[in-house]
C-alpha cells in the first residue's frame, strides 16, 4: 500500500463546479505538497503545507496533520485547471509522491 | 528566462548505449533532484544534491550515476541503457533541503530506449 492515497483517480466535471481532491497518508509527515502536471508533461509546484490552509487565486489546499489528510479545491473551475494534480508528502526524510489525479473540465 | 532547463528535451537511443541528460537552474537554489516517472505517470525521486553534495540516493541501479560539477548543475548520466529505463526524467531544485522547500521543475526529458 502506498503510503500516499489520493482520490479519486480521475475526475470529470462540468466549467464552473467547485472540485476537491483528496489525498490521505500513513506516515508523520514535516510538509505536504499540491503539483500541477499540464497535459503538455510539466510540472508546477501549487502549495506546500505543514498546517491549516493557503490559498491562491482559485485554488485552496488545506491539511488536517491529525487526521493525516489533506484536499485541494478549485472554485469556478475552468477548462485550463484540466491536469493531473498530485499529492506529495515529506515524512521518513524522504518525498514520496501519490499517484495522481486527473482532472478534466468540459467546457 | 528559464528558470531550470534540461537538455535534451527527447532522447531516443538503442539498449546498451551509455547517454547524459543535462540540467541547469539559475535560481541561486541549493539543493537540485532527479524524478522518473514512468508510463503510469507515477513520480519517483532518484537522486538530491545539496550544494554539489549526494543526500538522496534512492534504490536506483548503479547504472545511473549523477554529476554535479557546481551548484546551478546536475548532471544524469546512464550507462547501459535498459528498455525498462524508457521514462519521463524531471530535473527540479529548491532553496532548501528536500521536502520543506517550494520545488521548481525543468520541463521534463522523455527518454525512449528502442
Known amino acids: 500500500k502506498n503510503e500516499v492515497e489520493q482520490s479519486p483517480q480521475n475526475l470529470t466535471a462540468q466549467e464552473g463546479e467547485f472540485i476537491t481532491i483528496n489525498c490521505s497518508y500513513s506516515?508523520?509527515?514535516?510538509?505536504l505538497h499540491w503539483l500541477q502536471q499540464h497535459p503538455g508533461g510539466g510540472i508546477v509546484s501549487l502549495f506546500m503545507l505543514s498546517s491549516g490552509k493557503k490559498k491562491h487565486g482559485r485554488l485552496i489546499a488545506t491539511i488536517n496533520i491529525q487526521e493525516k489528510h489533506s484536499s485541494l479545491h478549485i472554485t469556478a473551475s475552468h477548462p485550463r485547471d484540466s491536469a493531473v494534480y498530485i499529492c506529495a508528502i515529506f515524512g521518513n526524510e524522504k518525498l514520496t509522491f501519490g499517484t495522481g489525479t486527473r482532472l478534466t473540465i468540459i467546457p | 528566462d528559464t528558470a531550470v532547463s534540461q537538455t535534451p528535451k527527447y532522447l531516443v537511443t538503442q539498449m546498451g548505449n551509455d547517454k547524459s541528460i543535462k540540467c541547469e537552474q539559475n535560481l541561486g537554489h541549493d539543493t537540485m533532484y532527479w524524478y522518473k516517472q514512468d508510463s503510469k505517470k507515477f513520480l519517483k525521486i532518484m537522486f538530491s544534491?545539496?550544494?554539489?553534495?549526494?543526500?538522496i540516493n534512492e534504490t536506483v541501479p548503479n547504472r545511473f550515476s549523477p554529476k554535479s560539477p557546481d551548484k546551478a548543475h546536475l548532471n544524469l548520466h546512464i550507462n547501459s541503457l535498459e528498455l525498462g529505463d524508457s521514462a519521463v526524467y524531471f530535473c527540479a531544485s529548491s532553496q532548501g533541503l528536500a521536502g520543506v522547500w517550494e520545488q521548481y521543475f525543468g520541463p521534463g526529458t522523455r527518454l525512449t530506449v528502442t
Open positions: 506516515v508523520g509527515i514535516s510538509a
Open positions: 544534491y545539496n550544494n554539489k553534495e549526494l543526500i
